[in-house]
């Protein structure tokens, strides 16, 4: 395929920052707002914002292809196969931008995105598939969605912009990506704020992604497995976590994933491919249709991580006790609570062998640490296998779209005792408006905590499995983590000092006042 693209002088600016960046795409959102709903429009922007990014990218590159062979137009070409990706000839920005006045501007947009998806097939096949930059029903009529898509392209266009490596990263393509990486991540968490419950179901905020990358501490060599994706920025904090461990092998690692929802699907492919992270990212329902396999058995990994939807209806009971992979073997959860169906086949699909240390993380509403019936038999049953690990209360109102309070279990295969961490976090934290957010130092209490397995006063408590046994298996957090203060002890004799001073003060005034009265004649 043709790779040719506009030759346009792009203009010499200052390195962007971050800051700048999310700005102008935070106002370029202005197009949609109001006219569009932002569980739409959020595709349109992100879906352009890539389109922008992997231009400038091509462009980048192609420049510093023709310099090093002395402008050699064709030379510089045949090396641009060779490139990661491929942008076919017309299919990048600047030719869209071009073409903003054509009366089938929605039209050349898809064309350009189904030409770049077909190039690319390994890393983007079905992407574009749920996007439709000319629909009449998302977009309006054609006079109005024209006008639309243009004023999107000039915001685009921006000459402030310049999403190439070279001017994000100082000549560093890898912190050009992180960037333009995390401005999607920008982008996605302020469409989440003003989302409401559908938030949820594509986005876990940033500090909770981080704090349970950190208690899993995926290694270099490691798989990684999120069932309940969203738009994949609980498994890029996995995926940082092991080149914060370890930088010589940030990339030693396999990524896997599987999302139900197709926008939100598509969503998660371009967000690992803006941040350069291999990943096989299925779209299916992962308890009913679970497609991460090898072979006819299911994939195995060291960690597996998510925020799956809480307490989710019609999950598909109706078919666990025929499940092919037997995942429910400990028991069905109930047909409209499917917290254990996700948690059951995250802890299925961890390696079974205690050394390959099999690990699970997952949000889960509280709830889950207590109910009974099924949802109790599988609870006992976890834990009289050994595997859960820790219990921890998260403060309020973090998550968009629900301001119940979550909790964290950690499971794991490979465990130095039978005791369980518990951990009240639920009062340490930032307040903010819509939502409360875990401060950084709260992160590295909670982190520390666990690691230490110790118990702290009015804050954590390690219980031996007799203890829990004696509970009943309830997993309620107060049972085990007093957070009781006791009043202060009250001194009475002050209090009844103090209480003689404010009486003989009172007698005073009152004395006073009879004497102005007698005076004025008033008595």
């Given at each position: ?230 738009s994949g920025s609980l498994a890029i904090k996995c995926v940082k976590q092991i080149a914060a461990n370890d930088p010589q092998r940030a990339n030693d690692y396999s990524l896997s994933g599987q999302e139900s929802n197709g926008s939100t699907w598509a969503l998660a492919k371009m967000n690992m491919f803006l941040h350069d992270i291999n990943a096989d990212v299925q779209w299916g329902d992962t308890l009913k249709y679970p497609t991460l396999l090898e072979g006819d058995v299911l994939r195995r990994y060291n960690v597996v991580v998510a925020n799956p939807p809480f307490s ?212």
């Amino acid at each position: 395929a043709k790779t040719l693209m506009t030759q346009i002088p792009l203009p010499q600016t200052t390195p962007l920052t971050q800051d700048e960046i999310n700005g102008i795409l935070w106002r370029a959102c202005d197009t949609f707002r109001g006219t569009v709903d932002p569980a739409e429009y959020k595709n349109y922007i992100l879906v352009m914002l890539f389109v922008k990014y992997i231009s400038d990218v091509w462009r980048d590159h192609y420049d510093a292809l023709l310099a090093r062979y002395n402008g050699d137009e064709a030379r510089a070409q045949r090396m641009m196969r060779h490139e990661k990706f491929i942008l076919p000839e017309g299919c990048d920005f600047q030719h869209l931008y071009e073409q903003r006045n054509a009366p089938n501007l929605g039209e050349i947009i898809n064309k350009a995105l189904e030409a770049i998806e077909t190039a690319n097939k390994d890393k983007l096949e079905g992407v574009f598939r749920n996007i439709d930059f000319n629909s009449e029903a998302a977009l309006g009529r054609a006079r109005e969605r024209n006008e639309r898509l243009r004023n999107l392209l000039n915001d685009f266009s921006n000459p402030r912009l310049d999403l190439r490596p070279s001017n994000l990263g100082q000549g560093d393509p890898a912190s050009g990506r992180d960037v333009i990486g995390d401005a999607y991540e920008y982008l996605i968490g302020r469409f989440a704020a003003g989302a409401g419950k559908k938030a949820g179901e594509f986005y876990t905020p940033p500090e909770v992604s981080t704090l349970l990358a950190r208690l899993l501490a995926p290694q270099p060599g490691e798989r990684l497995c999120d069932p309940a994706m969203g738009s994949g920025s609980l498994a890029i904090k996995c995926v940082k976590q092991i080149a914060a461990n370890d930088p010589q092998r940030a990339n030693d690692y396999s990524l896997s994933g599987q999302e139900s929802n197709g926008s939100t699907w598509a969503l998660a492919k371009m967000n690992m491919f803006l941040h350069d992270i291999n990943a096989d990212v299925q779209w299916g329902d992962t308890l009913k249709y679970p497609t991460l396999l090898e072979g006819d058995v299911l994939r195995r990994y060291n960690v597996v991580v998510a925020n799956p939807p809480f307490s989710l209806d019609k999950w598909g009971a109706e078919g666990a006790e025929k499940d092919r992979f037997n995942r429910f073997w400990r028991g069905v959860p109930p047909k409209s609570v499917g917290d254990y169906a996700f948690i059951t086949h995250m802890i299925e699909v961890t390696f079974p062998d205690p050394h390959e240390n099999g690990r699970v993380g997952v949000i889960v509403p509280h709830g889950v640490l207590f109910r009974g019936g099924a949802e109790g038999a599988i609870r006992q049953s976890l834990i009289e296998e050994n595997l859960l690990d820790a219990v921890i209360g998260l403060p309020p109102n973090l998550f968009y779209g629900t301001g119940i309070p979550a909790a964290i279990l950690i499971f794991k295969r490979q465990r130095p005792d039978r005791r369980v961490v518990f951990i009240d976090a639920s009062r340490e934290f930032e307040a903010g408006t819509p939502q409360n957010r875990l401060r950084p130092e709260d992160i590295a209490r909670i982190v520390a905590t666990y690691q230490a397995r110790e118990a702290v006063d009015r804050y954590a408590y390690v219980a031996d499995f007799d203890e829990i046994a004696e509970n009943d298996f309830n997993l309620n957090i107060p049972r085990y983590v007093d957070t009781f203060e006791p009043e202060p002890d009250v001194d009475m004799a002050a209090v009844a000092a103090e209480i003689a001073a404010l009486d003989a003060e009172l007698a005073g005034v009152e004395a006073e006042m009879a004497g102005y009265l007698q005076t004025l004649d008033l008595e």
